[in-house]
């Protein structure tokens, strides 16, 4: 896991990133490595820096390869943030046979992992069907037995599938891609089944799993296995500092598979703005009072007690749920947010930057602290960058040693 903080006021930027990494040994542990930078600065001349999170590797290519060698393109500064993206984008689509992008790998690559998320919910209607088929394989005719797995499949595409195509890919082209060579999607899906049992699907299985492929690859689907990139600073014309988020899934048919979310305004008064990344239950709690998962268990227990209490109809449980949402919201934003931000607004860039490092040390004693190896963690990096200093390093990692003080490890 990774945490991250982007925090903005009108003047300035500051971030700051743990370094800890982790990584999946083939016998199934997971190492953690804490000396590996998840900031990337473009040269002097570009107000920008690069943060990393999610999966390191894009078809066999570390992320910062790839970004480093699109920033090794640059020239001269570009009118917005907005626009480094596109040339990210644009340059990798012209470039990518230097990092020897195997397609069709890629694109099998993106149907396994669509699996895995499906066998990863462990109570949705597909593990069902199968468990129950293999518990009492009688119950239910094998006519049956398909039909429920195509309708939760359909359920699956339903619930996920709801971005527009990207437009460069037509139905036939997606349909050729996902029948190229060294693709099979039936195998796949069977590898994936065999945990619960053996079985054999019917035609119409066969035939909608085909087209879950097509429709999978002509969309951003998301997955946790993405590619996760935050560009953050000035572009020229740029007043008020940016962020782009750009979750990169694969790269087929000549493009990065990619959804993009900007944050950031041309309009003072939307500042100052606090954006945690990635792993941030701690930090949250913060600067929320309490994180956006917490507050959901929180109106659950109130719902359930209340319930207990007075039996309510379920419109009479939607009511309270919204109407209790509503109300802590309204008094966490205005005991602990926005005091917040209201400080945030008036720091400096060196007091900004403390800030955000101390976030993530906070989000590091949590990770220390709870049970299990802890996913955040090493070396704390932290820059700043306005437009009269560009970009200012307070803590970066070198091949110098570093005080003990300097790590996050808060038992160290």
Not at 26 to 47: C, D, M, R, Y
Not at 164 to 183: C, Q, T, Y
Not at 327 to 345: G, H, M
Request: proline share 3%.
């Amino acid at each position: 896991m990774t945490s991250q903080i982007v925090v903005m006021n009108q003047g300035g930027i500051a971030i700051a990133s743990d370094t800890l990494t982790s990584n999946s040994e083939p016998h199934g542990e997971i190492k953690t490595i804490p000396s590996n930078s998840k900031i990337h600065q473009l040269e002097s001349a570009h107000l920008v820096a690069v943060l990393h999170c999610g999966s390191v590797f894009l078809g066999g290519v570390q992320w910062e390869t790839l970004v480093r060698e699109w920033s090794l393109s640059l020239k001269n500064r570009l009118p917005h943030l907005i626009d480094y993206v596109k040339n990210f984008e644009d340059w990798t689509s012209k470039n990518h046979k230097l990092f020897c992008f195997d397609e069709n790998f890629l694109i099998g690559q993106t149907v396994c992992r669509e699996f895995m998320d499906i066998f990863r919910f462990r109570d949705g209607p597909l593990i069902a069907a199968l468990i129950a088929k293999t518990s009492q394989p009688n119950s239910i005719s094998d006519t049956e037995f398909n039909d429920q797995i195509c309708d939760a499949i359909e359920d699956w595409m339903g619930n996920n599938f709801k971005e527009e195509p990207f437009g460069d890919i037509k139905l036939d082209d997606a349909r050729k891609l996902v029948s190229s060579d060294g693709i099979d999607i039936y195998k796949d899906f069977l590898e994936h089944t065999k945990e619960y049992g053996e079985f054999e699907f019917s035609k119409k299985v066969k035939t909608l799993l085909e087209r879950f492929a097509t429709e999978l690859i002509m969309r951003f689907v998301p997955t946790r296995d993405c590619v996760v990139l935050n560009f953050v600073g000035y572009g020229e014309n740029d007043i008020m500092g940016q962020r782009a988020e750009v979750t990169i899934r694969s790269f087929y048919a000549g493009a990065l598979r990619l959804r993009v979310e900007t944050f950031g305004s041309n309009d003072p008064a939307d500042y100052p703005m606090c954006s945690p990344i990635a792993q941030q239950d701690a930090i949250g709690s913060f600067m929320w009072g309490v994180d956006s998962d917490s507050r959901w268990a929180l109106r659950s227990v109130a719902l359930e007690v209340f319930d207990e209490i007075t039996k309510l109809t379920d419109q009479q449980k939607q009511e309270f749920s919204d109407k209790f949402g509503e109300k802590t919201s309204e008094l966490l934003r205005n005991e602990f947010a926005q005091p917040l931000l209201n400080t945030i607004s008036t720091l400096g860039l060196t007091g900004m930057t403390r800030f955000a490092e101390m976030m993530i040390r906070f989000q590091c004693l949590r990770s220390a602290s709870i049970a299990g190896e802890a996913t955040v963690g090493g070396f704390i990096e932290s820059l700043s960058i306005s437009r009269d200093i560009g970009v200012d390093w307070h803590q970066r990692m070198s091949l110098e040693s570093h005080p003990l003080e300097h790590s996050s490890h808060v038992f160290a």
